[in-house]
């Protein structure tokens, strides 16, 4: 890198690459320290034995294997022992010591529910910061604030999100923090939608920075033109703002925000002289000069930000737009620069760590309630982290197990990213087996981002953006590594023997995906049982769907555990916004879970939580009927994301899933997909991990399957205590005559 001219940023040296959250970097660095409880044990140390009979019993073994009531299951040491007549496995447990008996009464027996993707300390972390996000459909919502109270303070249009905010006047290090803004979704104002809408949203994404700065707090409006003079605006005072958009994946800054990051301390013609200054306000070349320079010195080649123009072009600036968490880094940094000592005092609890970890413990006692026996970790990005993973298992009952995934780039304890060789000296594989944490954590795959957000605009697509819809000026969307770089940054930990997970929203990230999954399965056949799986895989052309499936099928030739995992919620929170910015055709086709199912292609469904809640029975019903709402309109059960199609018509010719295929993508699909052999489905010789349902969801009416309650969880074959008032599921020392 050259010296940069007359400035003191020579120390700074080249940013880290990828920063998962933010958030994350305010906390995971000192949660190992902070904890000072003695160890104890995880929940439960031995398995259970146990009898479970006069109920249904849907196996995900086998496709609609259903038991009827006159099966039952015998666990012994919280393995399955037995499964047949009721009294046959009666008899079976009597020579077994404190054995449990439970009777279903009619009730559904089905494996525990696998979250295949989700981020947990990503959503604890948020939680601490002001929430912007939208509210869910009001069916869904209901029954979201009785988990998370705070659900109900959500927000529907962008001026009410920035009211919030600026009401909240809660600052972190002097900035204002704000966490879940969703312009795919929420209209600028209070306004009915109507087709000037459109253009409205686009022009904030396009010059985010300027409406926020002309927001006045006191009316609720803004002023893009003229502000009066009467007026209160909070985010124009010389405060430093920075808002995460809710897909993660963009985020909006202020124009003051980049002079607290001492970004904007150069000369027009310093930058066009070096390789590393930066303006913020220049001639259109001069400020692609300085993105460029930006890029290189902060570390974010697969990150951007927006730049935005007078019409002469003469005059232009950053657009407070960031594009990907890489670029993220300056702003992180001039956040949380004044050190530990400044966030604590600005924290809202005495011990944020032990705090953190304590949320995230709870979290996952609200996740059991939902039926929930695994939870997937779909991007460990620090060793602390980890570490701090480690430590909440150590040191508190689990009402989940946790299984995780490394980022490719994973932060070392200074903050940069390990290359392998650092890799393979730090971090280690987590065995399901291992005995320091009874299964309880446990970790063995890797985990890449290929692109950005469909709804955020930066999906890698083949064809452009809907040139009538809000993503117009993104036009093929955003790319952070092509096929050949893949294969580079990955290769590494596929020959070492680790699964790969690859977030991929366009169809161009899909099928650079593929390509690289391919050369992995000719290049190393020894390898080849490797899981691979596709990470959202959410769009896929409608021109070129079908190519798009075949070099999934063509490659599973060579990698036979290729698969997908979708993101359901696309379809129910964003298959509007998905058909503006797409077209109906490709927005009406979204995550084509049927079309990959006909033609052998694994599925399963997730929440990527934060981005949409963990209610694995919402997926299921979400996959059953793709049925989604028009913000803000959310009331009722939603219309079908392709107009006009009956419901048993979607399971032939749309993309609906059958009850079971989508319980399957929720037990058995993600087993696979993570190596945990030993559950997923209700099998002689598999762990007990189950969850027991008040009623059947495949003979349930489709647009109820969400409210279907949750008896109880068991894992190892013992009743997970997640909640005083859910004990839908009596044990007795005898079995009751049927």
């Known amino acids: 890198m050259a010296a940069l001219p007359q400035n003191d940023k020579t120390t700074k040296g ?64 919280g393995v399955i022992k037995g499964i047949g007549k009721t009294q046959d496995i ?13 009777n279903l009464n009619g009730k559904t027996l089905l494996p525990g529910f696998i979250e295949p993707h989700a981020h947990l300390m990503l959503t604890a972390n948020g939680e601490a910061v002001t929430n912007l996000m939208p509210c869910l459909p009001d069916k869904y919502q209901k029954i979201y604030e009785l988990d998370y109270p705070k659900g109900k303070k959500c927000k529907n249009y962008i001026n009410e999100a920035l009211g919030k905010l600026a009401k909240d006047n809660y600052l972190i290090n002097g900035w204002y923090i704000g966490n879940g803004l969703d312009p795919s979704r929420m209209l600028l104002d209070n306004r009915e939608p109507n087709p000037e809408w459109i253009d409205i949203n686009r022009q904030f994404l396009n010059q985010p920075a300027h409406y926020i700065q002309s927001f006045n707090s006191e009316d609720e409006a803004f002023y893009i033109t003229t502000k009066p003079s009467d007026g209160n605006y909070p985010f124009d005072d010389g405060t430093p703002l920075f808002i995460l958009d809710q897909s993660g994946h963009l ?36 400020m692609e000069k300085s993105l460029e320079n930006a890029k290189s010195y902060y570390g974010f080649p697969d990150g951007a930000w927006g730049i935005t123009c007078k019409e002469d072009r003469d005059i232009c600036s950053f657009s407070g737009l960031l594009n990907e968490e890489s670029s993220y880094q300056p702003f992180v ?76 780039d994973i932060k070392g304890t200074d903050g940069n990213p390990l290359n392998h060789k650092q890799f393979k000296n730090v971090v280690e594989k987590i065995p399901f087996e291992d005995s320091e944490f009874n299964g309880f954590l446990s970790a063995g795959g890797i985990k890449l981002w290929a692109d950005g957000s469909t709804q955020g605009c930066s999906a890698d697509l ?117 058909k503006n910015e797409l077209g109906d055709e490709r927005g009406g086709h979204i995550a084509p879970a049927r079309s990959e199912l006909e033609k052998g292609i694994d599925v399963s469904l997730h929440s990527d939580m934060s981005i949409t809640p963990l209610y694995p029975l919402w997926f299921v019903e979400q996959a059953v009927t ?74 349930s009416l489709a647009d109820d399957i969400h409210s279907i309650p949750v008896a109880c969880t068991f894992i190892n074959g013992q009743k997970v205590k997640a909640s005083v008032s859910q004990d839908g599921c009596q044990l007795t020392d005898l079995p009751k005559l049927l």
């Open 14 to 77: 080249k940013k880290m690459k990828r920063n998962l959250c933010f958030f994350i970097i305010f906390i995971t660095a000192i949660i190992a320290a902070c904890s000072s409880k003695e160890p104890v044990v995880a929940y439960p140390p031995d398995g259970g034995n146990l009898v479970i009979y006069n109920g249904t019993i849907l196996t995900m073994a086998v496709e609609n294997q259903k038991l009827d009531n006159t099966q039952a299951l015998l666990i012994k040491d």
């Open 90 to 102: 009666i008899s079976q447990s009597s020579s077994l010591e404190s054995v449990k008996y439970l």
């Open 251 to 286: 985020a909006y800054v202020n124009e003051v925000a980049f002079q607290k990051s001492d970004i904007c301390s150069f000369t027009p013609g310093e930058v066009l002289n070096s390789e590393s200054g930066v303006i913020c306000v220049g001639t259109k070349d001069q």
């Open 333 to 408: 940094d001039a956040i949380a620069d004044p050190g530990t000592k400044a966030m604590l005092r600005h924290a809202r609890q005495d011990d944020p760590a032990l705090k953190v970890e304590n949320r995230m413990v709870e979290l996952m006692k609200i996740f059991s309630r939902q039926g929930v026996t695994t939870f997937v970790e779909g991007g460990g990005s620090s060793v602390g982290m980890i570490e701090a993973y480690k430590n909440m298992v150590k040191n508190n009952t689990m009402a989940a197990r946790l299984r995780v995934l490394y980022t490719w």
């Open 462 to 578: 083949i064809t452009v953006y809907d040139i009538d819809g809000l993503c117009k000026e993104f036009k093929r969307g955003h790319q952070n590594y092509d096929d050949q770089e893949i294969i580079e940054n990955l290769g590494p930990f596929y020959e070492d023997g680790w699964y790969l997970n690859v977030h991929a929203n366009g169809d161009q990230a899909i099928i650079n995906t593929v390509t690289a999954f391919k050369n992995f399965g000719v290049n190393g056949p020894e390898y080849s049982d490797t899981p691979l799986t596709l990470i959202h895989s959410t769009v896929y052309d409608d021109k070129q769907k079908n190519d798009t499936i075949a070099a999934i099928k063509d490659a599973q030739k060579f990698v036979p555990n290729l698969s997908v995992s979708h993101l359901i919620g696309h379809v129910a929170y964003w298959g509007e916004s998905m």
């Open 626 to 699: 793709r049925k989604t709402w028009k913000y803000p309109k959310l009331t009722g059960n939603g219309e079908s994301l392709i107009p006009n199609i009956p419901q048993k018509e979607c399971m032939t010719k749309g993309e609906c899933l059958t009850p079971y295929r989508a319980l399957m993508a929720v037990t058995a699909i993600p087993a696979k997909q993570h190596q945990l052999d030993k559950l997923g489905t209700i099998e002689r010789h598999k762990i007990a991990d189950l969850v027991v349902l008040e009623h059947d969801p495949t003979i």
